[in-house]
């Protein structure tokens, strides 16, 4: 089991380029890939991207990029003369304008838009043979803080599923129960009434079966542990399966919301409180599961 949370870096470097990665990791439903990169390298953005969803299938990852050049290898600087030339013609049109002298500064060449650039000269083709495993150095190392975070998933998980267990079993053995109170209840009242009706009296009878029917919670924790089978079969896969438990996290709660409907009992409804408190708990940390 992997969490959808996690971080990593990775650097690479041959004679003409360093590329250094960072890749991070957060909830998202869908897979989704963010890139952060030179523009020089636009055309590689579907190749990385369909590189990186091969091995994560949900949460946004976002990808951030770095090149540096090796000692003694830089970018050339090019100088747009054209621009600079007109640039200082305008200080000096401003000058006759407003009869004082204006001499602009280095500041106001180095500030103005493309006088100066840096050349491109990372060309993909140099950069790939670099960036492709630095990118799987900072996967590798994302993928094992998802992995040890979603162990720590795991283990509270099954914590809490087994609290649910419990909690089932205890509506199981208490909900035969229900039945007999109310039938005691109801022979009492019936003589606090002044009510003589003789105990196998038909309608009696036929009262206290439609109660029962009423509180039958047999098809609901029959349901509930098939769920739980479920969710352990989950757990133990090595398969994303963040969407198999949400998925079950809401069926179980249905089968809860049921059983508290039909309780018609203090301590019944009791156990269902915790249980979906638990189950609350138990989704949250759900949404975290890749």
Do not use: W
């Amino acid at each position: 089991m992997h969490s959808m949370t996690g971080f990593g870096r990775g650097s690479h470097a041959t004679s003409e380029i360093v590329v250094h990665v960072e890749a991070s990791s957060v909830n998202r439903k869908q897979g989704e890939i963010a890139l952060h990169m030179p523009r020089s390298l636009g055309e590689l953005e579907a190749t990385l991207r369909k590189r990186v969803l091969q091995r994560v299938s949900r949460g946004r990852v976002t990808i951030q990029i770095k090149l540096d050049h090796p000692l003694g290898v830089a970018a050339g600087v090019q100088l747009d003369a054209a621009r600079a030339k007109a640039l200082n013609a305008a200080y000096t049109d401003l000058s006759e304008a407003i009869g004082r002298p204006i001499i602009p500064g280095p500041e106001i060449f180095l500030r103005a838009p493309d006088v100066f650039s840096f050349e491109e000269d990372s060309t993909p083709d140099s950069v790939l043979p670099a960036l492709e495993p630095a990118l799987d150095e900072a996967i590798d190392a994302l993928l094992a803080m998802r992995r040890s975070e979603g162990n720590d998933l795991k283990s509270d998980l099954q914590q809490r599923l087994a609290l649910l267990e419990q909690e089932t079993n205890a509506i199981e053995s208490k909900a035969p129960a229900v039945v007999s109170s109310y039938r005691d209840t109801l022979f009492r009242r019936l003589g606090e009434a002044g009510l003589d009706l003789d105990l196998n009296d038909d309608r009696v009878l036929k009262e206290i079966a439609l109660f029962a029917d009423r509180c039958d919670i047999t098809e609901e924790t029959t349901r509930l542990r098939s769920h739980f089978r479920k969710f352990h079969e989950y757990l133990a896969t090595g398969e994303p399966v963040g969407r198999s438990l949400d998925f079950l996290c809401q069926e179980l709660n249905r089968e809860f919301n049921t059983i508290g409907s039909k309780a018609n009992d203090a301590t019944l409804a009791q156990h269902v409180v915790n249980a979906k408190t638990e189950l609350e708990k138990m989704r949250e940390q759900v949404q975290n599961v890749e």
